[in-house]
Structure formats: C-alpha cells, structure tokens
C-alpha cells in the first residue's frame, strides 16, 4: 500500500508509512454453510423471512494486533485479544481447529458421518484426532502466550456440539488449498526436527483415500479436480497414485514425507479406515 501511494504521490506515500498502520487480525468461529432447514427455522421462530441467516456456534475468539499508530478504543474490555503478533494465533487455530476439522471430514466421509458432531463422536475419530492434537500442539510457538490445552479441551465441546450441523462434505471441499497450512507445514516441521509424524501423514492419506472413493457425483470438489482425477485414473500401483497426487497437488518437498503418507494408505487399503484409525488412536506407533 506505501508502494502504490508513493507511486501516486510521494506525500501520501511518507504520511501512509509513518502514520497509518494495516493491523492483521484473526476470527475463529465455525459458521456451517446456511441449509434450507435453517431458514424454515429462523422463518417459525421470527415470523419473517430470512434468505440468508448465519447460524453459529456459541464460542467466538477475535485476535487483533495491537499496533495503532493513532491510537484505538478499548476493545479488549469486550473480549478482543490485543497481542503483539497474530501470526501464532492464526498457526494454533490452522493446525489444530482446521487441520482436525479435515482429518474429521476426510475420515467422515469415508465411514459414512454426515456431520462433524457425528463424526466426533465415533470413537476411533474421537481418538484419531485426539492423536493429532499432541502431535500439532508440538509445533505451536512457546512463547507466544498460547494455551494449547485449554484450546483443544474447547474444540472437542465445539465439535461435539450436535446443534451445529456443520457437513463433512463442506469441509472436504478444496482440500489441495487447505493441507498445506493444516497438515504438510507442521508435518515438515516435526520430519525437520527429526521427530515423527505419524498421525498427520496419516492425515494426508485420509485426504487421498477420500478423494478415491467420493464417487460420482462427487460429494466434495477441489480446484485441481482434473488433475487429482486423472493421478488416480491414470495409476495403477498405491505407491504410485500416493505419489501422482501428492505432485498433482502441488505440495512442497513431498518426497520428505512420501514414504510416511503411502505407509498409512497402505494400511488403509490392507485393513480399512476404522481399523486404521483406531491403529492410530491407541498410539502403537512412534511418537
């Protein structure tokens, strides 16, 4: 913005760099795509009609980054968090709100569970996704004043909350633009500190096995379709469909973790989802 204001007038472009700030800002709060059934609801319940309620959960979280050249109200006597930087914030709520939300609706769809609140509550998911949590929570900054703990003890109300019909089909959606800042980073993460990454590889390969067995019509939809669509049609072997989307997706440095992510397909493919899952959940693999 400096840039584009000193181009049109140098003035702007000093008074926008020493006065004027563009403060980063995060909202946490699940919001399930809108249903015919909630505007029937919101229709009885108001007596009027609504084309497009939101309907949501009770908890919100709003971080803000406190820098105002200006000056600005009191927003933290309402609730905001004022914080020096977003950035791990945002990271915390990527990997362990969104990243267990897609392992949550990969897996659900695989087992037939329309909603999150229906697949939360199976437990080889419940347990899957507990897993996922510890290994996620290790990637999270230290000193940031974050509190993983009392964060995943939330999410697990949150998603089990069955009034919020949130869809494991919706979530599923545009899963090639999602997994890189909800499973790929924090996995090469671990691999780099020469940890483990079991249950977030095997949350790649949920993703892969999901997009095999979505059928047609397809209940979820991603942008590079036609690419993943054809890695899958055009392979024969897993190893080689593992690896052909992988690629087709994009994702950086899949070689690192390859070998991770095709073992848990393997296994999927061997023993099913419910007998992979719960292979996961009671951690009789490395940590």
């Known amino acids: 913005m400096t840039e584009f ?4 007038d140098p003035e702007l472009g000093r008074y926008i760099e020493q006065n004027v700030a563009f403060p980063s800002s995060m909202v946490d709060r699940i919001v399930p795509a809108t249903t015919d059934d909630d505007r029937e609801r919101v229709a009885q319940a108001l007596g009027v009609e609504d084309a497009w309620p939101v309907v949501t959960e009770p908890f919100m979280q709003w971080v803000v980054e406190d820098n105002f050249p200006m000056g600005r109200p009191a927003w933290e006597r309402h609730g905001v968090e004022m914080v020096a930087d977003v950035a791990p914030f ?3 709520k990527l990997r362990l709100l969104n990243g267990a939300h897609s392992a949550i609706a990969y897996a659900g769809q695989l087992l037939g569970h329309e909603t999150v609140a229906d697949a939360f509550a199976d437990p080889v998911i419940h347990g899957f996704v507990k897993g996922l949590w510890r290994e996620s929570a290790r990637t999270l900054s230290g000193d940031a004043g974050l509190k993983p703990d009392e964060y ?6 949150r998603f089990a909350n069955p009034a919020l019909r949130h869809r494991t089909a919706q979530i599923a959606n545009d899963g090639s633009q999602k997994l890189p800042q909800r499973f790929i980073n924090p996995l090469l993460e671990r ?4 940890e483990d990454a079991p249950h ?3 949350g790649v390969a949920l993703w ?3 997009l095999a067995d979505r059928g047609e019509p397809p209940a979820f939809t991603d942008p590079l379709d036609e690419a993943l669509k054809a890695a899958i049609a055009n392979t024969t072997s897993p190893a080689d ?3 052909a989307v992988l690629q087709a997706a994009r994702f950086d440095r899949v070689d690192r973790y390859l070998p991770a992510v095709l073992e848990a ?3 999927i493919s061997d023993h099913g989802v419910s007998a992979t899952l719960a292979h996961y959940a009671r951690g009789d693999i490395p940590q």
């Open 208 to 210: 892969i096995a999901a």
């Open 200 to 202: 977030l590889s095997a």
């Open 191 to 194: 691999l780099d500190a020469g």
């Open 265 to 267: 397909c393997q296994r």
């Open 5 to 8: 204001a000193t181009l049109r």
């Open 90 to 92: 945002e990271e915390m």
């Open 152 to 157: 995943m003890a939330r999410l697990a109300d």
């Open 241 to 243: 469909t593992v690896a």
